[in-house]
């Protein structure tokens, strides 16, 4: 299994472009979601999804959009980049299983918007 | 109100020593779930160890311990017997109530050093 994967790792962008950020995984995952990492303050969720066809905001959803069409990918639209945006965005997938659980991140794509 | 609070910026252990890093939680639900990541330099987040609400033992997975203190909402890692390697940014964090996904609430994490 490649677990999660992310593409691109690093990419940059000019203020107001727009591009997607790719996530899969193979491990057959009903969970998946998106956080952001910032400097000095932890992750913190973008979007996430608990299905295929069923997504819902996080915590710092603006300027994002997001949609499942398959049980295997998860894709991170950023509509119009702002510099705000800069940060390291991490893909994950989970499952709960017997009450225990855990989250299987990616590798993570780190985005600069100039 | 900060849920996840992490106080050391930064910790000093030397090798083969053990270390305590330290984590507050603050939820008014009864059951939830407590993590704990490991970011290296090379930036992935490595998942270490679990701990649920309802556990009465603390959770082991091989050289990490999560002491769990539930009355003091705490949920401290122990890295026994640190090697070279350990030397990374950690992350304590909360999964709130039952919600069917799995929401996970982050720390503003510890950077780890181990010295030879």
């Known amino acids: 299994n490649a677990g999660v994967t992310q593409t691109p790792k690093f990419q940059v962008l000019k203020t107001g472009q727009s591009m997607t950020l790719q996530c899969a995984q193979d491990?057959?995952?009903?969970?998946m979601s998106w956080y952001r990492q910032d400097p000095g303050m932890g992750l913190r969720l973008i979007h996430y999804?608990?299905?295929?066809?069923?997504?819902d905001q996080g915590e710092v959803p603006n300027g994002y959009n997001v949609s499942r069409s398959t049980t295997e990918d998860f894709p991170l639209r950023l509509l119009s980049a702002a510099p705000s945006q800069t940060s390291v965005y991490f893909c994950?997938?989970?499952?709960?299983?017997?009450?225990?659980?855990?989250?299987?991140f990616g590798p993570g794509t780190r985005l600069l918007v100039l | 109100a900060q849920k996840i609070t992490q106080t050391q910026p930064g910790m000093f252990v030397q090798e083969k020593e053990a270390v305590t890093l330290d984590c507050t939680y603050d939820?008014?639900?009864?059951?939830?779930?407590l993590f704990w990541y490991k970011q290296p330099s090379s930036g992935e987040m490595i998942f270490l160890i679990y701990?649920?609400?309802?556990?009465?033992q603390n959770a082991t997975e091989g050289r990490y311990s999560l002491n769990f203190q539930k009355a003091r909402k705490s949920a401290n890692l122990v890295i026994s017997a640190s090697q070279l390697g350990d030397s990374a940014m950690y992350f304590c964090?909360?999964?709130?109530?039952?919600?069917?996904?799995?929401?996970?609430?982050f720390g503003t994490g510890t950077r780890l050093l181990v010295s030879p």
């Open positions: 994950a997938s989970s499952y709960e299983f017997a009450g225990e659980e855990t989250q299987y």
């Open positions: 964090a909360m999964r709130e109530a039952n919600t069917g996904f799995q929401k996970l609430v």
């Open positions: 999804s608990v299905g295929a066809g069923i997504t």
């Open positions: 491990m057959n995952h009903e969970y």
């Open positions: 701990q649920g609400s309802y556990d009465e």
């Open positions: 939820t008014s639900d009864q059951s939830y779930g």
